[in-house]
């Protein structure tokens, strides 16, 4: 008989583990949803083995693809034994890309594509469709994790499994979908790719609003979270990385979805700006996302409105930096928003954490306000304060060198970043002052 010890108890709700039983789960509050484990209490060994530092271990080279871009996403490539969920809306072009890119590591040598979403059959067809049969995948639509491992005979460089929502194992008595099978899933998907040095794609779905309860309870096991996002109307698709244990974070990578799949776009900045816009409302600036420097392109329109309380809506920004920005803008430079509906978008359907971003914000709502444009190869560069004095930012070298070879000619950034070839000014009205000035 199993001892009591050797017994776990796991909410199948939201995955909270305990040794004893509990009626309601001090976790999520939900009652009755206990789910009895077992074996998964293991003796702790009474020794382990440290390593030195200084060890002749061979480090294990990273793979790398033709797919440059989302290689550049993983920090340069695919770390082996490094565990990676790719998470992104209903038909966004998850399955796609991971089966884009488990060909492109297919040349190198056995990769599993195993899908709980698609038949085989369906699967090939996807394959032939766009043409990712260079190199040998070996397909299955099985959902069972243990089998899935036990039934390997070549010994994979990668696997994928699409998608965590219908994998499940039978050491676990809870629901396919559920928090606690999902977890107990990727406890075995990183104990298989650490003991292996496997590398392993999890795919996992979210919801528009990031479903809480979904994938976003698996971020802290696994290495790596890439973001596929974008409007499931156009074919534009950004993938960063959240998280990274071997690469920097906000990384991105830009695709355009066709029916041969996802092409990569390896120079962003031109689709993200327009360059020669003479119309009020645009302003643009140089952001960094991960490792590379971006050009974009602020849009804003302001227009009167009656009504009581005016609209203010952000696309690619926090919509209350919209609101502190438009605030300050009013503030500091003379023009009148508290009636005005205000509308952000960032071309191309880029979403920036940047506050470099701010100080084009606050230009593009001024363009806008007063009916006029700044002269063109113009870019804002700078955090604003609340005070309306503009703050450096890190990384200026990389911003001015992206500008010049997008051909900006001057470039509006904060006095104290001292950096060659900008204009460097001390507060917004300022800024405003000298963009409108025009060459110099
Ligand atoms: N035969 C086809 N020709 C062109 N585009 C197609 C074709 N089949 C599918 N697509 C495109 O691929 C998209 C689905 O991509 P994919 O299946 O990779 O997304 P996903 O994120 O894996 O979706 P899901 O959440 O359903 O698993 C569809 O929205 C469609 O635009
Ligand atoms: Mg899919």
Redesign the pocket.
């Known amino acids: 008989m199993k001892r009591e010890k050797d017994k776990i108890y796991v909410c199948s709700n939201c995955g909270y583990t305990s040794a004893k039983w509990f009626g309601r789960c001090p976790q999520c509050g939900e009652w009755n949803t206990a789910v009895e484990v077992e074996g998964a209490m293991k003796k702790a060994p009474s020794t382990v083995e440290f390593e030195s530092s200084k060890s002749s271990i061979a480090v294990i080279e990273r793979l790398k693809t033709n797919m440059h871009e989302m290689d550049r996403v993983l920090g340069g490539g695919l770390t082996p034994g490094s565990v990676v969920l790719v998470a992104?809306?209903?038909?966004?072009?998850?399955?796609?890309?991971?089966?884009q890119y488990a060909s492109a590591l297919a040349e190198k040598g056995s990769v599993y594509y195993i899908s709980g979403?698609?038949s085989v059959s369906q699967i090939l067809t996807?394959v032939k469709?766009l043409k990712a049969d260079k190199g040998t995948l070996f397909l299955s639509s099985s959902v069972e994790v243990d089998s899935v491992f036990s039934s390997i005979k070549k010994k994979p460089i990668a696997m994928v499994f699409?998608?965590i929502q219908t994998l499940h194992t039978s050491g676990m008595n809870a629901l396919t979908g559920s928090v606690s099978q999902m977890r107990e899933c990727t406890v075995k998907l990183v104990e298989y790719a650490k003991s292996t040095n496997t590398p392993i794609f999890i795919?996992g779905?979210i919801t528009k609003i990031g479903n809480i309860a979904g994938p976003m309870v698996l971020e802290h096991m696994v290495d790596t979270v890439l973001y596929?996002e974008g409007e499931?109307r156009s074919?534009r698709r950004i993938l960063r990385s959240i998280k990274n244990r071997f690469g920097p974070t906000d990384e991105i990578a830009v695709y355009e979805?066709?029916?041969?799949g996802m092409a990569e776009i390896p120079d962003p900045s031109r689709i993200f700006a327009d360059m020669d816009s003479e119309e009020p409302g645009n302003a643009l600036s140089v952001v960094v996302e991960g490792s590379r420097s971006l050009l974009v392109n602020v849009q804003t329109l302001a227009t009167f409105n009656r009504r009581s309380s005016p609209i203010r809506i952000a696309r690619g920004i926090e919509n209350s930096r919209l609101l502190m920005l438009s605030a300050l803008t009013s503030n500091y430079l003379g023009v009148h928003l508290e009636n005005n509906d205000l509308y952000l978008n960032i071309l191309g359907g880029l979403k920036v954490t940047d506050p470099a971003v701010d100080l084009a914000v606050v230009a593009a709502l001024y363009s806008s306000s007063k009916k006029m444009h700044f002269p063109i190869k113009t870019v804002f560069v700078g955090e604003v304060g609340l005070d309306g004095r503009i703050r450096p930012v890190p990384q200026m070298k990389m911003r001015v060198s992206e500008a010049k070879r997008m051909g900006i000619k001057r470039i509006i950034t904060s006095y104290y970043s001292k950096e060659k070839d900008t204009i460097g000014v001390k507060t917004v009205r300022e800024a405003i002052t000298k963009a409108l000035a025009g060459d110099e």
Do not use: A, C, Q, V
């Not at 809306?89 to 089966?99: R, V």
């Open positions: 992104g809306g209903p038909g966004i072009g998850k399955s796609t890309l991971l089966l979403e698609e996807r469709r699409d998608s795919i779905h596929l499931p074919g979805m066709n029916s041969n």
